[in-house]
Every structure is written in C-alpha cells, then in structure tokens.
C-alpha cells in the first residue's frame, strides 16, 4: 500500500555481543561465560524490526560506523525488509556496540559504546527531517535517547508539523530535556526512568500509577510505565489502567522494552486505541523475554494475538 502509514524509529544501532553467564562476576573476576552470540541490536534498531515484522512499513533513522560491524547491525533489518535509506554512515567512526551479559533470569547487564550513534552531521539531520516530512499520513514517530537531542528534537518537530503520533522511550532518563517531554504525546518509560522524571520511586503498580499521574499532569497526553513484572501501567487521559502480562519464565530480557515500543506503535498506526496497543505491547514484551537477543525475542502477528486475552486489565489502580 503506497500510502500505509509506517512506523518511523530514531535513535540507536548497534552490534550486540551476548554471552549468558552463570552468574554475575565479582569485582576484579574474570568469569567463564557460555553461548556466544553476535546479533543486531540499538532501540531503534529493534522497534524498526518489530514493527517490520508485525507487517506495518518500517523505517529506521541512524548512524552505523564506517566498519564491518555496521553490516552486523543492518544486515537483519535489510532481510526483514525495514527502510534503511536513512541510516547514515559516519566516516572514521566505529558502529555503536553493546556488551550484554545475560544470567539466569534474564536480568542483563549491558556495556554500551555510544560511537557513531553520537555522531551526526548538518547532512544527516537534513535527511531525518524530510524523511519524516514526506512520510504518509497517520504514521508514528518513535524515538529514544540514545543519540544526541538535537537528533530527536528535529525528527519531533517534523512529526508534530504533520500531526503524527510521537512516542517518547526516556532512556537514558538524564539525557531528556523538558522540551523534548513537551514535543512527545506518549512516553514510555520504566521504573527507573519514570522514577527520575517524576521523582516518585516506582516499586509497584500503585506506586507506578503515581508517578505516571504526575507525569501526566507535566503535559503528556499518555504516559505508559512498563513494569519489570510485567505489563504496565497506563495513565491516558487522566484515566489509570493496569494491566498485568501473563507470568512466563524470562530467560533474556534484552531488548524486551523495545519490543513493547514498537508494537504500541504498530497497533498506533493501524487505527488502534492506546489502551488496545498497550495491552498488545504486554502481550508482546511477555513473549520477548521468553526468547534469547533482542530481534529474536520480537513476535509476529500470530504470537501477540495469542497472548493477548492472558493480559488483565483493571480499569482503575486499586491502590492510587
């Protein structure tokens, strides 16, 4: 369809290194780990695919070094058929890379090396601003911190222009300015991120649907905290729903949020409601860390719809 609305993600690309290990190492250790893995990972990265893969037109913004790794980043992404015409190429400058840990649990640890993923030239940000300008109506802007703000700002400013959807992933939390929160309809944070940005510690869902009030009450129209138990918290409206994820046994949480980024996305750009793409994006994220790697651990269309009616919903947090 030449005018289906796309899903358009600004912000990091990387070359993932997965090991599982046993256990975390103590300081100064050196720890034998297992079942080496060279993947393709960055947020953006990953919510490009999972939209691509959920059959909703992909396009990824970015910057990939000059180097053998860009191709381990971008190589998935070209197969799965996400629109890589706007990922830039930084001269001289390796591809960002992430160093991830995984014990047993899935509660990763990442090293990230920012590289070209910081580096971004007056061409390139011209580039991100037509893309977005020349996108179809109703598509969906995704964007996370991971690259400079200048970056995510312009995109955010084209987007609003054209009326789209624009979600906000906060991470890291440190590195979002208020006027980025004021650009964004939707923002997506964790308990850490929703922490920092509402100053109310996230521990629960009364405690989530707190801070994701007083988020709301700074400006954005949605806030949606995802929770580490699964599922989420959503504040839309002025309106709180929690809704719990089926329990699962997580082996790898890497990358989990992102998937739960891109199909709230994707559900977006179909005509959905929020409510409906965040009980989606639950179903979503409660497969992701079923599976190893974050691509890996995006599902299609067939595994969010099964999981969907094992999402519960409660109109109203118990406990506000």
């Known amino acids: 369809m030449l005018h289906q609305p796309k899903v358009i993600s600004v912000g990091s690309i ?3 290194f997965q090991v599982r290990v046993d256990r975390r190492p103590e300081p100064g250790e050196t720890l034998t780990g297992h079942h080496f893995a060279r ?3 960055g947020k953006a990265a990953n919510v490009a695919f999972q939209a691509q893969q959920l059959g909703t037109p992909a396009q990824l913004l970015g910057c990939v070094g000059d180097d053998d790794l860009a191709e381990q980043a971008l190589e998935p992404l070209r197969q799965i058929g996400v629109d890589l015409s706007g990922v830039n190429v930084a001269p001289d400058c390796p591809t960002g890379v992430s160093m991830i840990n995984v014990p047993p649990g899935g509660a990763k640890g990442i090293v990230l090396a920012e590289n070209a993923n910081a580096t971004w030239g007056p061409e390139a940000l011209h580039n991100i601003v037509e893309v977005v300008r020349s996108a179809p109506s109703n598509s969906v802007l995704v964007y996370d911190v991971e690259v400079p703000e200048e970056v995510t700002k312009a995109a955010a400013e084209a987007a609003a222009e054209r009326g789209f959807t624009r979600i906000l992933d906060p991470s890291p939390a440190n590195a979002v300015s208020d006027e980025l929160l004021d650009l ?17 510690k996230v521990e629960d869902a009364p405690t989530a649907g707190r801070a994701a009030a007083a988020l709301a009450r700074g400006g954005a129209k949605t806030i949606c905290i995802k929770l580490y138990t699964g599922g989420c918290v959503l504040c ?16 790898d949480t890497t990358g ?3 998937v739960f980024a891109g199909v709230f996305a994707t559900w977006l750009s179909k005509g959905n409601t929020v409510l409906e793409a965040a009980r989606a994006a639950s179903a979503a994220s409660a497969y992701a860390v079923t599976q190893y790697g974050s691509q890996a651990g995006c599902p299609d269309n067939r ?8 999402v519960q919903l409660t109109p109203h947090d118990p406990n506000p």
Do not use: C, Q, T, W
């Not at 964004?184 to 109310?200: D, R, Y």
């Not at 839309?236 to 082996?251: K, T």
């Open 256 to 258: 989990a949020g992102d």
């Open 236 to 251: 839309h409206n002025g309106v709180l729903h929690f809704l719990r994820a089926p329990n699962v046994d997580a082996v």
């Open 303 to 310: 595994e969010v719809e099964a999981r969907l009616g094992e």
């Open 184 to 200: 964004s309809n939707i923002l997506l944070p964790n308990p850490v991120e929703a922490k920092k940005l509402s100053g109310i």
């Open 14 to 16: 990387n070359a993932d």
């Open 39 to 41: 993947l393709s990972g």
